[in-house]
């Protein structure tokens, strides 16, 4: 009941521009969102390299409504690049289509990867294509295969609680296509998404064993130490887990000590409020922590 009311909040457009504005925002969000502007996330990430963890930057947004918001979107990203590049950042960038203009248009959304999908590869980085709502999947996948057939510097990201997942997976890694797998953050019928935690779980491991067998530098997305304990046999240099900035700290600490790969989720900007909140609904002890920080002011 909890999730599905955050969720259902996220998606209030009229909430989200009242708390995007609010000066109750910072104390809110500090722990989960880097900050407004990329030198926050570039002093995040940098922090974050001398412990011995990599980095994904994400300029947070997504569902933009003309080519304008879309453009400028595209060129923060950019931003993100040469940030990487030039002071050798060791960090990838992360990006929803739907920030690119993909309810604009296919070709739109293509004409606006392009340059950043060069500039990355360029730059000895990588592209992580977040995955969205169910109704973007086959969009989703369908120009990650175009970007990793011309570029190579791809990664796409496969949610566990959708059904038709491991086909997805199978297919991807018959092409040799990165995947980075969460278990899912939208609110989407039954017969789209497995309806339980538990099922999650399960379908989680049967996915995570098959990237592990079979994938190409796969990178597992959890928080969730019995999913980490399942692929405690695999090759530590085969894969990587991956973390959401502020989430689990001490867990964070205790992988690199075990000499294992990790890369933290680094978001940054203004358009914070639909990601904060879906962070809220994927783990309710999230709101402790948001609780504790607003009372110490």
Same mark, same amino acid.
Not at 155 to 174: M, P
Not at 241 to 252: C, K, N, S
């Given at each position: ?5 955050? $969720? ?14 609010? /000066?109750?925002?910072? /104390?809110?969000?500090?722990?989960? =969102? ?22 994904? $930057? ?18 923060? =990203? ?12 060791? &960090? ?22 392009? /340059? $950043?999908?060069? &500039? ?25 295969? @175009? ?8 990664? &796409? ?17 018959? @092409?040799?296509?990165? =995947?980075?797998?969460?278990?899912? &953050? ?71 000590? @075990?000499?294992?790969?990790?890369? $933290?989720? =680094? ?6 409020? /639909? ?23």
């Amino acid at each position: 009941m909890l999730r599905s009311t955050l $969720l259902f909040l996220s998606q209030r457009p009229g909430l989200r521009r009242w708390m995007e504005t609010s /000066p109750i925002a910072e /104390p809110l969000t500090h722990r989960f =969102v880097a900050g407004q502007e990329l030198e926050d996330a570039v002093a995040v990430c940098r922090k974050v390299n001398e412990e011995r963890i990599e980095a994904s $930057l994400d300029h947070l947004g997504e569902n933009v409504h003309s080519m304008e918001e879309a453009a400028a979107s595209r060129d923060q =990203v950019l931003r993100s690049v040469r940030a990487i590049e030039s002071q050798k950042l060791r &960090a990838t960038v992360s990006i929803k289509l739907t920030q690119f203009g993909l309810d604009l248009g296919t070709e739109a959304c293509r004409h606006n990867l392009q /340059p $950043l999908a060069e &500039a990355a590869c360029n730059a000895g980085t990588r592209v992580e294509v977040d995955m969205e709502a169910s109704e973007y999947v086959n969009r989703t996948l369908q120009i990650v295969r @175009e970007l990793h057939h011309e570029y190579g510097c791809v990664r &796409a990201v496969i949610q566990a609680y959708l059904r038709r997942s491991e086909e997805d997976i199978r297919q991807l890694n018959a @092409e040799g296509i990165p =995947v980075r797998l969460c278990k899912g &953050a939208y609110q989407e019928p039954d017969e789209v998404a497995l309806p339980s935690r538990d099922e999650i779980d399960s379908n989680y491991m049967k996915l995570a064993a098959l990237l592990l067998e079979s994938g190409v530098d796969p990178a597992l997305a959890t928080h969730d130490e019995a999913m980490m304990k399942a692929a405690s046999t695999a090759d530590r240099t085969k894969f990587e887990f991956q973390m959401l900035y502020g989430v689990r700290r001490e867990l964070q600490r205790k992988l690199t000590r @075990e000499g294992y790969r990790l890369r $933290l989720y =680094v978001p940054y900007g203004d358009a914070w409020y /639909p990601y904060f909140m879906r962070r809220m609904a994927e783990r309710p002890a999230n709101l402790w922590f948001v609780a504790q920080s607003v009372l110490r002011g």
